[in-house]
């Protein structure tokens, strides 16, 4: 035996035998930072979780690169937020990984909005106008309380993957979920102020973060998701902000700043910058960072304005 051969067997024998082995954890990819926490908080030790955005991307457009194809091929699941937000990029990803576990309708697609019920669902999809929505508005992330969906829907996929673990699975879902709803009390209580306020964005991001605080969505820069904005509708737009006295426009950080601040200058309405997912600034590490941050920034704009 070489004395190479032996220090590997060694360093197997040290592997603490209560905590799987990195070789014996279940490889899961998110597509986005915010499913990755989920992930590790439901999963500990038994998961090695890696996520393909980071966090300051567009969830409908995230920049593919063969890395992540790579990095698909040998994953147990790939959790995503579902209803198609990710259309832009998976499909593609999906195919190039040649990973048969991991396809749509497959135990390792873990698809996070099964418990959601949608907003916005088209009568009529015509994705040749460049609809970004084709099944309902699927920013469900922003919403913590569909965030407890969502972590339910995770647990509910590596339970499918691992049965026999899934008393770790269960207790350590009831400990996250029960660490969600005390945030989720507290932003209730913090977020008391922005009941009522009216909010433009530029793209229909913030509506159920909207919806879960009493907050009144009025419109979009964009023509429609995913649809750029022309002249007459800015105009239209700025008129109706002025009309209905909103009280911020939102720009969220993917989204070009020019046009956002032309729009909040002309209509002397106070502009607030968001992230859309965790980990897209450097206090928003987490899911609940995240939330923090954007209830924060609501609250901190308005006591400026
Ligand atoms: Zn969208």
Redesign the pocket.
Known sequence: MTRFTTALLLAFALVPTGRAAAADKLKIVTTIPDLADMTRQVGGDLVDVTSIATGVED??AVPMKPSFAVLLNGADAVVVVGLD?EHGFLPGLLEASRNPKIQRDQPGYIDTSVYVTPLEVPTRIDRSLGD??PMG???INLDPVMGKDMVRAIADGLIRLDPAHESTYTANLATYTAKLDAAIARWEKEAAPLRGKKLVSY???LLYFAERFGMEPVGTIELR??VDPTPSHIEQLEEQMRRDKVDMVVRELHYPAGLAETVAQATGTKLVELPVMAGGLPDTKDYISFVDHNVRTMLEALKGS
């Open positions: 969830i409908h937000a970004q929505h508005n699927p920013h793209h229909p991001d998701a995913g």
